[in-house]
Nanobody
Framework: QVQLVESGGGLVQAGGSLRLSCAAS????????MGWFRQVPGKQRELVAS???????NYAGSVRGRFTISRDNGKKTVDLQMNNLKPEDTAAYYC?????????????WGQGTQVTVSS
């Protein structure tokens, strides 16, 4: 059974930091691209950051320079370090996996973790 379980969300003041983590099971982790998405009510889910099976990273323009995605194939985890958080970063954050390895087709999703940034 495939599971992606996010952790690390919470409430933080603007300018603060949070680190999200996603633990994967039931997939052959090293071949998967992994990504973090976010969604606010009434809006489409958007890609925040992704990392391919080879370690190449991609970031949304709104978070570039503030967020860092990383993966640990041995632990089967993907983390999102979020610094200098802004109120507009408030959203539910979701972990996703792409078995194609390139971050083009996200077939597996976690349940999400809430991040709230107060001004």
């Amino acid at each position: 059974q495939v599971q992606l379980v996010e952790s690390g969300g919470g409430l933080v003041q603007a300018g603060g930091s949070l680190r999200l983590s996603c633990a994967a099971s039931g997939i052959f982790f090293p071949i998967n691209a992994m990504g973090w998405f976010r969604q606010v009510p009434g809006k489409q889910r958007e890609l925040v950051a992704s990392i391919t099976k080879d370690g190449s990273t991609n970031y949304a323009g709104s978070v570039r320079g503030r967020f860092t995605i990383s993966r640990d194939n041995g632990k089967k985890t993907v983390d999102l370090q979020m610094n200098n958080l802004k109120p507009e970063d408030t959203a539910a954050y979701y972990c996703a996996a792409d078995s194609g390895g390139l971050g083009r087709s996200w077939g597996r999703w976690g349940q999400g973790t809430q991040v709230t940034v107060s001004s």
